[in-house]
């Protein structure tokens, strides 16, 4: 008895939320229609798209290769950010394996035996770890903002993107990549 009521009142309160009651077209035939313009949903060379904010929409030729050219350079950045990330891992892990032996060889008095304790992980060192946050949360950024872009469909974005991602690659990726080999 109680769950036929429950029922009924779950059913008359849902009525509301239903999409195809709430007055929005929802259907997906044409370009959707955003404050300044309409958002084409198919891949294409045409200006007009919104990049990430309102104010930056490139109309002309001349403010779409100034976008381009900007994309292509945030592209550089990113990969370079990268390649700093890759050197500078290397240089704390070096800075990591003197640290501990030197806190291992101070700690113990001279009546308790040295016993060494092989570490899997290396210690939190606030000068690298903090550094090392920043910089991920660099490149994590400029990465949603690199999918943000590839969503406007815009070609002249895209391949600014790509192009920009592999020309950084070439000049920086060999020092990220580097860093590794011990």
Not at 33 to 57: C, E, I, K, S
Not at 80 to 91: D, K, P, T, V, Y
Request: charged share 10%.
């Amino acid at each position: 008895m109680h769950w036929g009521y429950f029922v009924c009142c779950l059913l008359y309160f849902s009525k509301g939320c239903l999409a195809d009651t709430n007055g929005m077209d929802m259907s997906t035939d044409g370009s959707m229609a955003l404050a300044v313009g309409n958002m084409l949903t198919y891949l294409h060379f045409t200006p007009g798209d919104n990049l990430w904010f309102l104010g930056w929409v490139p109309k002309s030729t001349g403010a779409m290769v100034g976008t381009c050219i900007a994309l292509f350079l945030l592209a550089l950045v990113e990969r370079w950010i990268a390649a700093c990330r890759g050197l500078m891992e290397h240089h704390w892990h070096k800075q990591a394996t003197i640290i501990v032996p030197d806190k291992l060889n101070t700690l113990p008095s001279q009546s308790s035996p040295v016993i060494f304790i092989r570490r899997f992980t290396p210690p939190f060192i606030p000068a690298h770890d903090i550094a090392r946050g920043i910089m991920f949360a660099a490149q994590t950024l400029l990465n949603y903002l690199f999918m943000l872009t590839v969503m406007t469909f815009q070609l002249g974005f895209i391949l600014s993107l790509v192009v920009g991602l592999g020309v950084g690659e070439t000049l920086f990726g060999r020092f990220g990549s580097t860093a590794h080999a011990h």
